[in-house]
């Protein structure tokens, strides 16, 4: 037995598309919390590092979070019942390695996903700078936007693998509804809940798809407390259990794409 | 000796009953076509018989396997259901060499002969996006054929083709029987039925209605 195609290379009109959406979003959070903003450090907590809990209410924090996340979607959400409708019947009448099969799409999507965050977070620091904002700290700066980078990749990864699987069952456009609802529905009680009080976060923090909101689980000082800490060492929990998730998704995937009927 | 056999095979989706308790035996070097209305349920039973659907009742046999319990597919199928399903940013030699690296049993020779015999050329630079819809229904028979299986599956193999096109499938579904191949067609072209089969079935709701004696 030979490999199994899956037919992927870079895509160089994705990746521009990628970068066009990554200095959208980065402008949008530049022209809003330039103002507040003492170092980059604050700008890029403020953009896509936590969720204010304090303004929770309004939703539009929770909001203004998850836009990268339906950008993701908006580009991977329906890759693999895409991919499958439209190769499934030449592979699979060749080779019964479905999972395989699946591992391949999982890691084209985690790539992907990977790449666009490091577009947003390289865009945000980059216009932030352009704008006049120096770090208050390299090592500062270099912490606080890896940890935001893996936190949202990971949860980037974990939110699109479910979409994708979910879509093996449902349509594409029902499982992302279900699954985008439920990380709105699930982060606003998360923000609304510590903002009664932090001692929930105990709790709140196996919820899913709240894990990746770096500024509810680390603890750093950039200068301006804009990072509150609810847990000291919450970044690395949440990046075992975002791990461990996207693990179990892809268990789930790989049992559900051996059983699949291909229509 | 029968190459096929469907063993009172039923499937359900939802609550449509797609095949409906199938009887069926298929002789190997033999053409038969399946005949009836469109979601008369062809392309399911094409579906059923590659191992793409798992039937809700009744066993598939194909050489002597029961699909989904010795395996999960036949092992040598050439198959066309429904449009071209290859990769736009690569030529039409590249999409047969990938998939063809997945058995792994035929060369870049072989591939560029397939092509060839479809009326096409192994060299043409252009990516598959570019090519026109009769191209394409012709790089979909060279990938059904360039295996060269024992079981050739063609759902609708003559759509898009133009008078030249069908043709030259005619010519190469005659060509796979005298192989010793066993050619199922699914066709509204009622001229093919005539011309090609050896054995014609109707379909109607999921249902075999009825069968030809042999024509040839």
């Not at chain 1, 093996?168 to 609802?181: E, K, P, R, T, Y």
């Not at chain 2, 069926?24 to 062809?42: H, I, P, Q």
């Not at chain 2, 609708?156 to 096109?165: F, H, I, V, Y």
């Not at chain 2, 796979?176 to 199922?184: F, Q």
Request: charge should be positive; include cysteine; aromatic fraction near 10%.
């Amino acid at each position: 037995m030979g490999l199994i195609p899956v037919g992927i290379k870079w895509d160089i009109s994705l990746l521009l598309k990628l970068l066009g959406w990554s200095l959208l979003l980065a402008l949008l959070s530049v022209l809003r919390f330039y103002p507040s903003s003492a170092s980059l450090e604050d700008l890029m907590i403020s953009a896509y590092g936590t969720i204010d809990v304090y303004a929770v209410q309004t939703v539009i924090p929770v909001f203004m979070w998850i836009l990268p996340f339906l950008v993701s979607n908006f580009n991977f959400g329906e890759h693999i019942a895409k991919q499958l409708d439209r190769h499934a019947v030449y592979l699979f009448t060749r080779t019964a390695r479905r999972k395989s099969w699946l591992v391949k799409q999982a890691m084209y999507l985690s790539h992907y996903v990977i790449v666009f965050q490091l577009l947003l977070q390289g865009s945000t620091v980059l216009l932030g700078y352009i704008s006049g904002l120096k770090a208050a700290s390299l090592f500062t700066l270099w912490e606080v936007t890896i940890g935001i980078t893996a936190l949202l990749s990971l949860s980037g990864i974990l939110l699109v693998l479910t979409i994708n699987f979910l879509s093996l069952s449902l349509s594409a456009v029902v499982s992302s509804v279900l699954v985008l609802s439920y990380q709105l529905i699930a982060l606003f009680t998360a923000g609304s809940l510590l903002r009664v009080s932090t001692a929930y976060y105990t709790q709140l923090k196996w919820m899913p798809l709240t894990q990746g909101v770096y500024g509810w689980q680390a603890s750093i000082f950039t200068g301006t407390e804009k990072v509150k800490s609810y847990l000291g060492d919450g970044v690395r929990f949440a990046g075992c259990y975002m791990i461990v998730a996207i693990i179990v998704v892809l268990l789930i995937g790989l049992r559900k794409i051996n059983r699949l009927d291909i229509y | 000796m029968s190459i096929i056999q469907l063993i009172n095979v039923s499937k359900n989706i939802g609550k449509s009953v797609v095949l409906n308790h199938i009887n069926l035996e298929l002789d190997e070097g033999r053409v038969y076509a399946f005949y009836g209305s469109n979601g008369s349920g062809k392309s399911m039973l094409f579906r059923a018989i590659s191992g793409l659907i798992k039937p809700s009742t009744g066993e598939i046999i194909v050489q002597g396997k029961t699909l989904h319990k010795d395996c999960s597919f036949p092992e040598s199928i050439g198959v066309i259901i429904e449009s071209p399903g290859f990769w736009d940013s690569y030529t039409g030699f590249d999409n047969l060499k990938m998939l063809a690296s997945i058995k792994n049993k035929i060369t870049a020779e072989d591939i560029c002969k397939a092509i060839n015999r479809v009326g096409l050329n192994p060299n043409d630079p252009r990516k598959f996006k570019k090519y026109s819809l009769g191209m394409k229904q012709r790089l979909a028979i060279a990938q059904a054929v360039m295996e060269k299986p024992d079981i050739l599956i063609l759902d609708e193999p003559t759509n898009a083709l133009d008078e030249d096109g069908i043709d030259l499938v005619r010519q190469i579904i005659r060509e796979e029987k005298a192989r010793g191949g066993t050619v199922l067609i699914a066709s509204h072209n009622k001229e093919d039925v005539e011309l090609l089969a050896d054995h014609k079935f109707r379909m109607k709701n999921g249902q075999l209605l009825n069968e030809s004696e042999d024509a040839k």
